[in-house]
């Protein structure tokens, strides 16, 4: 089995930072993308930001110049720095990896438990 297991969240000021990282661990082959995605109150998950096994990232336009993701290959780690934090940025975040597993060798999507982010004006 493999499992995705994030931490880090918390409660922070607006204007301040808080990092979260996300550990993958188990039967893994490969892994391809990774990223974070977030969940509003009364909203629809939505992509917060992407980066390839080849660490191309890609970034929703409301985190752009403010969060940063990147990963560790070596430790199967993918992290997102978020600085400059404001209200709308509270949310429930969630590590998502395209992950191929060692048994049956499929790609496969795998999603975190989830981590609290809340941000206070």
């Known amino acids: 089995q493999v499992q995705l297991v994030e931490s880090g969240g918390g409660l922070v000021q607006a204007g301040g930072s808080l990092r979260l990282s996300c550990a993958a661990s188990?039967?893994?082959?490969?892994?391809?993308?990774m990223g974070w995605f977030r969940q509003a109150p009364g909203k629809q998950r939505e992509l917060v930001a992407r980066i390839t096994s080849g660490s191309t990232t890609n970034y929703a336009d409301s985190v752009k110049g403010r969060f940063t993701i990147s990963r560790d290959n070596a430790k199967n780690t993918v992290y997102l720095q978020m600085n400059s934090l404001k209200p709308e940025d509270t949310a429930v975040y969630y590590c998502n990896a395209k992950i191929v597993s060692s048994y049956g060798l499929a790609l496969s999507d795998y999603w975190g438990q989830g981590t609290q982010v809340t941000v206070s004006s």
């Open positions: 188990g039967s893994i082959f490969s892994i391809n993308n």
